[in-house]
């Protein structure tokens, strides 16, 4: 979720800004879908007649998987509020640059909240000599599509002519 410093031909710079605002909407259309997802999942499941007999490792790895879905939810939900405050006040790149980071740090703490409800639930299910290959492989999973590939692929089109749009 990176901000675009590319002008589109024809393009003015309240536009791009417009235009960065749309897309960072965008995409935290689909991040608050998937945390409010998993943040009731979460809610609900101390309430399940299983968790009981969760360990107390289980009920801390909860804890984790808990909180950092709530403050998923938070920082995906504040560009929301943000621009409430900002509304008409023309500070767009402000609120780009702000909604930048807080679905950046959203991202963080839901991978942290689905790595750690992996490992409860598959702690709970299965051996530890299972729970944990199968918790780090999927860290792993998301760490690949979530921060290695992109980052790696940043400069993508950089070398090809200009006509393609910028705003991928």
């Not at 790595?115 to 000599?129: A, E, K, P, T």
């Not at 860290?139 to 940043?154: D, K, M, S, V």
């Amino acid at each position: 979720m990176a901000v675009d410093t590319h002008h589109t031909p024809g393009e003015t710079e309240k536009q791009r800004w417009d235009r960065n605002f749309g897309d960072l909407l965008q995409e935290l259309r689909v991040a608050q879908t998937g945390v409010q997802i998993l943040f009731a999942f979460l809610l609900t499941l101390p309430f399940s007649s299983g968790f009981p007999k969760a360990t107390d490792f289980q009920k801390e790895t909860y804890i984790v998987a808990l909180m950092s879905a709530a403050f998923a939810t938070a920082m995906i939900i504040s560009p929301v509020a943000f621009h409430r405050a900002l509304f008409r006040q023309g500070r767009k790149p402000e609120l780009v640059r702000f909604a930048h980071r807080m679905a950046s740090g959203g991202l963080a703490f839901m991978l942290v909240s689905m790595v750690s409800s992996v490992l409860l639930i598959s702690d709970y299910l299965l051996d530890w000599v299972w729970a944990i290959p199968l918790t780090v492989a999927t860290g792993g999973w998301f760490l690949t599509f979530w921060a290695i590939l992109p980052f790696a692929h940043r400069e993508w089109g950089d070398d090809e002519d200009n006509s393609a749009p910028a705003d991928a």
